[in-house]
């Protein structure tokens, strides 16, 4: 196992190359000039970010201002839930009646919020359905869930004469209620399951080693995290990656054991990528050990490189680090090779705040 020590001579930052922002292919900092599309694919290959699932995601998003509501899927709830369990309570007669799905549905997918609203499993995000009446209201319950977890339930009541129009009625407050409480944020979902809070619990320095904080993105997912991209306002091409996520394991006890496991990740997606686009040969280093000691604090990891050099097309660099604070994976990847990426690294490790291991992390961990 190759070992890095502090004494190593760091060279100065220089131009070199262009990378993606997250563990996900997402979109591509290319050439000034026009490339070809061999070119990209190379350029998407390099940066690629271990546990990558190799399918394209959607780029940067605006700000939480201007985005779209997610896709939502829309059933009942089961039959033994919180406003059957009310109703049966209740002095007056009451009594559940089914929940017709398809004009709510209809009512949702046509307010333009909302990219797709489907009676068919597959969305994270899910409206659960369900309706009581007596002689003079009918009561809904909307349990808003993320994965099959809850998060939230509006409890609407409207008059029995509303019934013609009870459909529009309901989109109209339901959809007044989530975009009031910012229900589809990182922050709500973080909230509301006692996860990480990437928005308010990571901190990261505006600027490092000549290199600006450009955006910090929270992902709408507590096992994806945060990445953080930063530019060098000199050279468009180099940028760094910082993405933080908790360890997908439960026994944290083995550190180089976890980082091996998002290193072999990292190798077998991209191998898997360059052979299934039959690009030009791939070349990664051996996982190099890191024990630094930077501001009184102590450092493990490892890095690798990789780069594609080819006659025919511009040659590719990328650099990984990988280390672990708390209980969760701190990666840097970097459009440069390693020995011009240990500055940068050096000096953001001591200065960064990741959140501890959240209550929600805690209890999916527990034996």
Known sequence: ???????????????????????????????????TLRTN??????????????A?????????TEINLPAVGIFPQQPDNELSDWCRQQAESCHMTPTHLIGIAQQLQDSGGFPLVSEHPGADYEFLLARARNDNHIFIHVLLAWQGLPLHTY???????????L?????????????QDNAFSASYLAKALDADNYTADLWAPAQIAG??????????DPFQGSALTYKNPDFNSDKIEVSIYPIPASDLSNR?????????????????????????????????????TQQGLDFQGYYLDASIISADSEPFYAAYFFFIQQDKIVKFTTTF????????????????????????????RRP
Not at 56 to 64: G, M, T
Not at 168 to 179: G, H
Not at 257 to 286: G, S, V, Y
């Open 256 to 292: 180089a054991a976890l980082i091996a496991e998002e290193t072999n990740k990292l190798r077998d997606n991209l191998f898997e990528f360059a052979r299934q686009h039959q690009l030009p040969p791939l070349t990664m280093t051996a996982d190099t050990s890191i024990n630094w």
């Open 211 to 220: 290199f600006h904080l450009s955006h910090k993105r929270v992902y709408n």
């Open 167 to 179: 459909d529009v009625a309901l989109t109209k407050a339901l959809l007044k209620d989530v975009k």
């Open 1 to 35: 196992m190759i070992k890095l020590q502090d004494k190593d001579v760091l060279p100065d930052l220089q131009n070199i190359h262009r990378q993606f922002p997250r563990r996900l292919v997402q979109s591509v900092f290319c050439f000034q000039r026009v490339m």
């Open 41 to 54: 694919i190379l350029a998407w290959l390099l940066i690629c970010l271990c546990g990558c699932s190799l």
């Open 337 to 364: 090779p390693s020995d011009i990426a240990v500055n940068f690294v050096k000096q953001a490790l001591p200065q960064m705040q990741i959140p501890e291991e959240s209550a929600f992390m805690a209890r999916l």
């Open 155 to 165: 409890k609407y009541q409207f008059e029995t004469a509303q019934t013609p129009f």
């Open 56 to 64: 394209v995601q959607e780029p940067e998003l605006p700000s939480a």
